[in-house]
């Protein structure tokens, strides 16, 4: 993916996800994975893997859509790109 200023950047936690098959959609350019503690209060998941991604502007509004698609409805989770515009 060439960088570009209007590329959106930002997080998806895989865990938050029902189907993580959108990943495959977005650039990822960073993987963070952290064990779950008793202070999380998430006994569901073993970790949390943060996935840092880029995502090309055109494609944003659509990735978005089929991300809330796909959050775990049971759980609550996080996912979030922005731009450097403001709205």
């Given at each position: 993916?060439?960088k570009?200023?209007?590329?959106?950047?930002?997080?998806?936690?895989?865990?938050?996800?029902?189907?993580?098959?959108?990943l495959?959609?977005v650039?990822?350019?960073?993987?963070?994975?952290?064990?779950?503690?008793?202070?999380?209060?998430?006994?569901?998941?073993?970790?949390?893997?943060?996935?840092?991604?880029?995502?090309?502007?055109?494609?944003?509004?659509?990735?978005a859509?089929?991300?809330?698609?796909?959050?775990?409805?049971?759980?609550?989770?996080?996912?979030d790109?922005?731009?450097?515009?403001?709205?």
């Amino acid at each position: 993916m060439t960088k570009n200023k209007d590329n959106f950047n930002g997080a998806i936690i895989e865990e938050s996800l029902t189907n993580p098959k959108i990943l495959e959609r977005v650039h990822i350019t960073k993987t963070e994975i952290l064990p779950v503690t008793k202070r999380h209060k998430t006994p569901w998941v073993k970790q949390w893997t943060f996935h840092f991604v880029e995502v090309e502007e055109k494609k944003a509004d659509s990735i978005a859509e089929e991300i809330s698609k796909n959050m775990n409805p049971e759980h609550a989770g996080y996912a979030d790109f922005k731009n450097k515009q403001i709205f």
